[in-house]
Structures are given as C-alpha cells and as structure tokens.
C-alpha cells in the first residue's frame, strides 16, 4: 500500500516562523526591560538614608529680647513631628492626594487604571496616579528630570520605601518637605503663612484648604486666588466624606467656616536687611552656606526689634522729605495705549494680597482724569483709584493732559499713560476704588546706626532706603567727610590740653598756606564773623574758623592720635582741615567715637551677636559682654557732653530737641551740602544719620544736617526711647560748676547781667573776675 505523503502549507510555515519571531522579540525586549530595570535599580540612592534624613531647615535670628527678627533660608520650612499634627489634617491630604495611601505598599494600581481611564475618555491629562510615596521618592531622592525613566525609578524607589519605613515616617517626610505657595514648605510654615497658627491649631476648613494646595499652589493660593482656593476646599471635603473621615455635617460646617488670611507677624526681613545681611557675611565665613541656610541655626543678636523697624521706617520716611524738596522728576516711562493690559497684568502677578496695602507703594498708570475735580485716574494691576491735586501738591500744579505720550516738560505733566509711583492712602473709596498720593522713589540715600554705649550692643542698623536696589551697606561701608560732625572729637582733645568751655577764641578771617603755593581761607557756613566768642558758642553755632584755630593750638598730629583712641580705624589726616571734618570715616565709626562720650571715656567694642546654637540646642558660639577700656578721662566726656547738650538746646541740632529729654548731640555739613550728618545721644543710646548721594553731588535745598539728618534721627528716637527710662547725664566728681560773663570767659559774680553757669574740669577755672 502506497503512503500518501503530506507537506505543510507555506501559510502554516510562515505562520510559524512569525509566532517563533515574536516570541523571541518579547523574550528578548523583556530581558532587555529587566536589564535596564536591574540597571536603574543598581544606580538608584539608597532608601536607608531616608530613616536620618533631617529637611532643610530655616535658620533663626533673635533680636535682644527673644522676638524673631530675620530667618536665612533656601525654603522655608519648619518641621514638626507627625504626633503634633492634627490626624484630621492628615486625613485630608491622604484623602486629596492619595486616598489608598494606607492600603497601597508604594504604586496605588487600581489608582492608575482610574486615572488612566478618565485621561483616555477626556483626550487629555486630568488626572495622575503618584501615592505620596511616590511623590516624596521624586522630591528626596531624584532629580526634577522629565523621563519616561524617573517614573520606574519613583516606582522601585516607593517600594523599596514602603518596605522600610513607616506609613507615619513617609508621612513625617511627605507633610514636611511639600511646598504649599507663598514661600511656605511643609504645613507648619503654611499654616503660619496662611492662618497665623501653629498647625495644631488649624480648623477643619483651614486644614482642607492647605491640603488642596499640593496639586497647584500658586493657583489654589487663597491669598491670591480665593474662590479658587475655595473650589478646591470643597473638593478636599467631598474626598474625606467619600473616605469616611468627616460626616457631611462636618462637611458642610467646615464650607461655611469663615476664611481668616492672618498670617502669623512674620519676620520682616527687608526691615532687617542690611543688618542681617552683615551678620550672613560672619556667619557663612564660619559656618558655611550649607549649616547657614539648611542647617536650623538660632543666631541671638543684640538688634532690638522695635528699634530697628523704628529705624527703616524713619530713614524711608526721612529721605523721602528730602527727596520731595528736589521737586517732582516725572513719571518713570509713558506707555501706550495698547501696552497698558499687559504692563498692568505684570504689576497685578507681582502683588501678594488680595487687596492694595495702606501705607505701600506701588507702579500705577494714569488712564483718565476728572478735570472738574482735579483727579487723575490711575490703575494699579487690575485695581483703579484716583489721585487727587491734594495729594500730588509736593510736586507743583501738573499739568494734565487727555493724550498719550510724553510732554515736553516731564516734570510739569501728566499724559494717559504715564507710569507713576503712588502711595495707599485708602485701598477702597467707595466706587472710585482706592485712594492715591504721588509717590518717588529717592535718589538721596542715607545710613543710620544705633548702640547702646554701656554694653556695645549694636540694636539697629540701616545701610539705605532699599536693599533690594542696593546691597551697599552705607552704615558700614560708606566713607564719606565727617563734616562738623567730627568737631567733638577736635574739642574734646583740646579739653585735655587746657582749653575749656569759657576759653575766649576770634571768630575772624584768617589764611594759611596750603602748601601748593596759594592760600586756604576757611570760611564759616554763613559766611559771617561774631568776633571774639567761647568754645561754646563756637561749637553750638558750628563756626568753622574757631574750630580750625582750636585745631592750630592743639596741633594736626595730636588731634589725629586723639581720634584714633576713641576707635577710629579710617586714615585721619593730621592737618587743619581735619577740624572741619576732613576725614572720610563711615557713620558707624562716628558714632562709635560718640559712645566713648555717652559712656564716661570708657570705649566698649561694638558687636552683634551673642550666642549661636544648633537645632539641638549646642552652643556653637557665645559672646562674653566686652570689657569697657578707659580712653580719655570721664570729665572730659561730660564736659564735651554738656557742650553738645547746647548744640541741641539752643544751636544747630535744636530738632534733636523733640523727644524731650536730655540730649547731647552735633550736626555736620560738608562743603557743598554734599553730606549731612546729625549724632546724637542720651546715656543709654547713641545714634548717628549720615545723609548724601552715593555719587556726591549737593543735597539742595536744605541739605544740611540740621534740615536733613536731625529730623531723621528726631523720628526714629522719639520711638526708641519710650523702652528706656528717661535719664540725665551724671556729672563725675570732678566737674564743677562756676559762674562766668560769657563775653570775656571770666569769673561773674551773682546778679551780673548775661553771666550763665559753665561747667568745668576741676582746676581749669577761669580764676580772676572782670
């Protein structure tokens, strides 16, 4: 019988060859994935070190009393244990961001199908499928890449997450490391941003609203956006009903809870900026960036806080004066009328609170006027207001003129469209919306520095208007002429060369050679001579010829050494025109000079912090209170200390005069009206103004030290003193007191016309009568 023999199809045969294909490409494509698999697995960061992760942490500064005064930070972030948070807050972040949390161990997979189901219904992205696992292996431990490789790596690394730690310690991590807007990471720092509590404080409605900010904080933010942050509010509690966490009562009560924004007083850094700024440059040569920013230091200074916002807040206000006096300069561009939408949304992104804040100022555009009124109507962001004649008199009667451009007197006008600074009256005013008043940036900056000479505590300092603008700290670094304000120094050297308050001295022109061939001729601010006159005198009125001619009598040289006792570090010229305060010297170490004077002679070294320590409580750093070292005889400080006393009284410096108490102080106006000064003091408190353009050019129009400094110093002392009780300088034993005709400096006898009280080192009396 023949076989019948059968051969395969060459369908079946390719078939075939396709099936074998396919299978040894999956084989190999899924060796291939496993490989790289292993491969991302052998290059990931260990999990272990999650178990002693500390999160950067903010670094604290404290002012003399304990108050928070400036923090230095990369994020601000303040971290708090699990056991501290409410469970209910808790709750609403697991309901909100991963409601399997507790169920999943790292990949929520019924969670990525739901998510995957609704993206592909809706043809986009709506919705992810990262556990919060996830999210703190993608923060902590990779880099912000977007690779289709982060998200396997975020997944083996949840993982192996889960399996070593603790729900609660990957949510100790997850609540601290989160950022939730404004600047705030982790929900301490937001519920301080945002509330004005500590976490453990927080309300149902406050803690669904913070947990509704990890998917969008700048969006949800409801400082910036509430109805926003409102929407999302309900959603977080609908997500903890479904959960079963809140009861829909609770639900329902937590929506209709008001929403209080108070955020906690938060240290206001531009306040304290040069200050800190000076205290960072010391503390990251020693500790470092990393330990600075990162590490939670607790910096305790001597700043006083008060004092300091007294400080910022006298110089601004100050400056502004003077910058007001030099006239309006103009709006600072002019837009038109298709540019305004866009230059004003700019301005509205850069606002931080819902409505405009009294007192700030902000970039406005006129789009209108009201000539009947007088009004011009000006847009801040997406808010309007009106700015009245009334409130823009400082600068002249403008113009204004219903067209855009720029007029040919800048000055003089305002256009539609002109750019202008304007300062919050009244953020609403009925349905006009807010209230203006012309505002300007100054060109004029200043410094102001204040110590207390018994301890060398250092408690404000300001380096200029605006330190965003300008970090150059003036108070410090500035070397500028003393002006008259250095003739304190020159008098009390020639107390301790004999001279005294009664001593009889020409106000009259003289010359000298100034050594180039020509002559120098000295010349008083006034450009008047008063003829034969007391130290006094001569110093209450500032004459600048008695001063170089006491400078003769002592000589350059021994002025220069004096100057150099009382801490000066600057090269002081032993020449005459030192008496008239030819030393470039900066506000810091002239009113360090002054506090040897308030201080009885006894020169105390100035300094700024006290004790640093870590965030377990180590002490890194402390200061011992410095040791006062004798510099010149304490009689010798009361007596220039008397003199100046009526510089205050009844001389230049009679603005000083208003905090009303005793007060011991000297004005100074260089050549030119270049720079003014005004140092001041009563025993417990010594503070100098310095007052000028970086690039020097005059002051103008009152521009000296009296007109210009003193206000300064005046404003910020009247709100310094009301801490410290009020005291007279205490005359040593060695100071007496005679009576004397101040016409020729001798001895007067009771009932003699014009005679007056001067005070005296003991043995340098006048000693005949006229």
Request: charged fraction near 20%.
């Amino acid at each position: 019988m023949q076989r019948k023999i059968q051969t395969a199809s060459p369908n079946n045969s390719f078939l075939s060859m396709l099936l074998l294909f396919a299978v040894t490409l999956a084989v190999v494509a899924l060796l291939g994935v496993s490989g790289y698999v292993f491969y991302l697995m052998a290059k990931l960061p260990k999990v272990d070190r999650l178990t002693d992760y500390k999160p950067p942490i903010v670094s604290q500064v404290f002012g003399d009393d304990g108050t928070l005064v400036g923090e230095f930070y990369l994020e601000r972030r303040i971290v708090v244990p699990v056991s501290k948070m409410p469970r209910k807050l808790i709750q609403a972040f697991v309901s909100a961001e991963d409601s399997n949390f507790y169920s999943h161990k790292g990949i929520d997979y019924l969670g990525i199908m739901r998510a995957a189901i609704k993206n592909v219904m809706s043809m986009s992205k709506k919705e992810g499928a990262s556990t919060i696992t996830q999210q703190v292996a993608k923060s902590m431990l990779l880099s912000p890449e977007k690779k289709f490789s982060r998200k396997i790596k975020e997944a083996i690394l949840a993982k192996r997450m889960e399996e070593r730690l603790s729900k609660d310690e990957i949510l100790y991590l997850y609540l601290n490391q989160i950022y939730l807007g404004s600047g705030a990471y982790g929900v301490q720092a937001a519920s301080e941003t945002y509330f004005g509590k500590n976490v453990e404080q927080l309300n149902l409605a406050e803690m669904s609203m913070l947990a509704g900010l990890p998917k969008a904080p700048n969006s949800y933010s409801p400082i910036k956006h509430l109805d926003k942050a409102r929407e999302r509010q309900g959603y977080v509690l609908d997500r903890m009903t479904a959960e079963g966490y809140i009861t829909p009562a609770e639900a329902d009560h937590a929506r209709k809870t008001p929403i209080i924004l108070q955020p906690m007083k938060k240290v206001n850094n531009e306040e304290s900026a040069y200050y800190l700024e000076y205290l960072r440059i010391q503390l990251e040569q020693k500790y470092g960036e990393d330990q600075l920013y990162k590490g939670g230091l607790n910096i305790y200074t001597t700043m006083n806080a008060g004092m300091q916002r007294a400080a910022y807040e006298s110089l601004r206000k100050g400056l502004k004066e003077v910058d007001k006096r030099q006239g309006f300069r103009g709006p600072t561009k002019y837009l038109n009328e298709t540019d305004v939408d866009a230059f004003c949304a700019k301005i509205e992104d850069g606002i931080d609170s819902a409505t405009l804040k009294t007192g700030e100022t902000y970039l406005g555009v006129v789009v209108g006027f009201h000539p009947e009124k007088g009004e011009a109507l000006v847009r801040v962001g997406e808010r309007k207001g009106v700015l009245s004649r009334k409130n823009m008199a400082w600068a002249g009667r403008l113009a204004m003129s219903n067209h855009y451009g720029k007029p040919a007197k800048a000055n003089r006008e305002l256009t539609l469209g002109s750019v202008i600074e304007v300062s919050v009256l009244s953020p609403e005013l009925d349905k006009d919306g807010a209230q203006f008043a012309l505002d300007q940036t100054p060109e004029v900056q200043a410094a102001l520095v204040s110590i207390d000479p018994r301890s060398g505590g250092v408690k404000a300092m300001v380096g200029g208007y605006d330190f965003r603008k300008s970090q150059f700290n003036r108070a410090m670094q500035a070397k500028r002429n003393g002006g008259s304000a250095f003739k304190p120094i020159i008098y009390a050297a020639a107390l301790d060369k004999g001279l005294t308050p009664a001593t009889i001295i020409e106000d009259a022109p003289v010359e000298y050679p100034d050594g180039a061939g020509g002559v120098w001729k000295p010349q008083n601010y006034d450009h008047e001579f008063r003829g034969f006159v007391t130290m006094r005198e001569a110093l209450t009125y500032s004459i600048n010829i008695v001063s170089v001619k006491i400078m003769e009598q002592i000589g350059g040289q021994y002025a220069a050494e004096y100057a150099r006792k009382l801490g000066f570090t600057s090269p002081i010229p032993a020449n005459l025109a030192l008496a008239l305060g030819a030393a470039s010297v900066s506000p810091f170490e002239l009113t360090s000079a002054y506090a040897v004077f308030a201080n009885k002679g006894l020169l105390t070294p100035q300094y700024f912090i006290t004790k640093v320590t870590d965030t377990d409580g180590t002490v890194l750093q402390e200061t011992a209170p410095p040791v006062p070292v004798p510099v010149i005889p304490p009689e010798t400080a009361y007596v220039i200390t008397n003199l100046m006393q009526s510089v205050v009284s009844s001389g230049t410096g009679h603005r000083a005069s208003l905090i009303g108490r005793p007060v011991a102080g000297k004005t100074g106006t260089t050549n030119g009206s270049k720079d003014a000064w005004f140092i001041g003091y009563i025993p417990q408190l010594v503070t100098g103004v310095w007052v000028g353009y970086d690039q020097e050019r005059s002051l103008g129009r009152a521009g000296t030290g009296g007109q210009a400094a003193a206000p300064i110093w005046s404003d910020f002392m009247q709100k310094a003193v009301l801490s410290l009780p009020a005291e007279d300088f205490e005359a040593p034993e060695n100071v007496s007191f005679v009576l004397i005709n101040p016409h020729t400096g001798n001895l007067a006898k009771e009932g003699t016309a014009g005679a007056v009280m001067e005070c005296f080192i003991k043995g340098s009396e006048p000693s005949s009568y006229d």
